[in-house]
Nanobody, 115 residues
Framework: VQLVESGGGLVQPGGSLRLSCAAS????????MSWYRQAPGKERELVAT????????NYADSMKGRFTISRDNAKNTVYLQMNSLKAEDTAVYYC?????????WGQGTQVTVSS
């Protein structure tokens, strides 16, 4: 099982980034997918979730209207489009796959928002 995040980097405040998470080794289309993030000295927090078929999404309040989660089950990939980035969005972003009690995590990708 692998979840490989990409697309992180350094961006100025107000900028945009698109994260990708490529999955392999399990039936991607059966799993709910989420993005989490962890800032230095803080606990990991949920950013957004999308259901297995992509019919429903959920966002943390601070990300609503700025972030969009999507998935392509044909490509076994989940995305996080991040717009209007703020300094407080700086964190390591993790991809998560969940099906009942089964839980997989990626290694994370660093997002730094700074001028």
């Amino acid at each position: 099982v692998q979840l490989v995040e990409s697309g992180g980097g350094l961006v100025q405040p107000g900028g945009s980034l698109r994260l990708s998470c490529a999955a392999s080794g399990f039936t991607f289309s059966s799993y709910h997918m989420s993005w989490y993030r962890q800032a230095p000295g803080k606990e990991r927090e949920l950013v957004a979730t999308i259901t297995s078929a992509g019919g429903s999404t959920n966002y943390a309040d601070s990300m609503k209207g700025r972030f969009t989660i999507s998935r392509d089950n044909a490509k076994n990939t989940v995305y996080l489009q991040m717009n209007s980035l703020k300094a407080e969005d700086t964190a390591v972003y993790y991809c998560n796959a969940r099906w009942g009690p089964i839980d997989y995590w990626g290694q994370g990708t660093q997002v730094t928002v700074s001028s």
